[in-house]
């Protein structure tokens, strides 16, 4: 029997003769490949519930391994070490350790929802990629990711004065992802960003006049005000203890479906 997705197996396992003959056949080299055989003892049968209480991993049961997800798959062209079909069979045997092997390659989905448009039992492969991805992160196999970074910046300010401001929440962001600002500051997308905000083409083209006219100084002042006189939501208190409780609960909901919360 051909071994399908041979990399897939431990080297270890795999035994070959370099030299052997059957009944007067040569069967040298991969002809007589053999996997040893192995006895797992850590499957966690419910392991696909768990999987299902993240947000797009609802349908991860219903997968037939059609393999149609991978065929289409846009990060399986460039690695096929990419393979959502593979995942997800690992997930509804619950091979948990067998998956954070591919920790540093299952957040690589780019959400393109090709697996997602030719799945014929609406699995939803890209939803479950997303759980899997917050799985790891959940359980500590991964660092928290930008997004989640950029969530609890933003939830924060929301539960703390019921209303966000747009540039500390940048900045909280960049510093708790590690971005040097004042690279971005001299060369990078911000520095283009405040230049078009502020009509800096203007100021190149000579055109001093117009280009002090339209300086958004007044939004300007305001941002800068807002960054040291944080304004709240008037009778925020109550409501945002709510919401603080709310969002605590949920957190407890979520880490009871993971069965050993991490964080
Ligand atoms: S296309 Fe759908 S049914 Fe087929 S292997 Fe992928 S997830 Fe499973
Ligand atoms: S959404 Fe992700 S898993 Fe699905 S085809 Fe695109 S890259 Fe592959």
Known sequence: MPIHEKTLIDPQLLVQSDKLVVDGIDVSGHWNTMILPRTMTEYDPDFYETIQAFPGGENVHRCWQCGSCTNSCTMYAINTDFNPRYWIYLINLGYKSELVKDKDIIWQCVSCNKCTNICPKDVRPEGVMKALAHWLEAEGHTPKSRSTLFD?????????????????????????????????????????????MNNVHLLRQGKIGKFVARLPLVQGFKMGWAMVFKPRTRSWGRTGEVLREYVEEQK?????????PTH
């Open 152 to 196: 609890e910046e933003f939830t924060r300010q929301c539960i703390e004065r019921g209303r966000i401001e747009d540039t500390e929440v940048m900045f909280n962001f960049f510093r708790q992802t590690g971005q040097n600002l004042g690279a971005m500051l001299k060369g990078g997308w911000l520095r283009l960003l405040i230049e078009r």
């Open 252 to 260: 407890r909901a979520a880490h009871a479906g993971i069965g050993s």
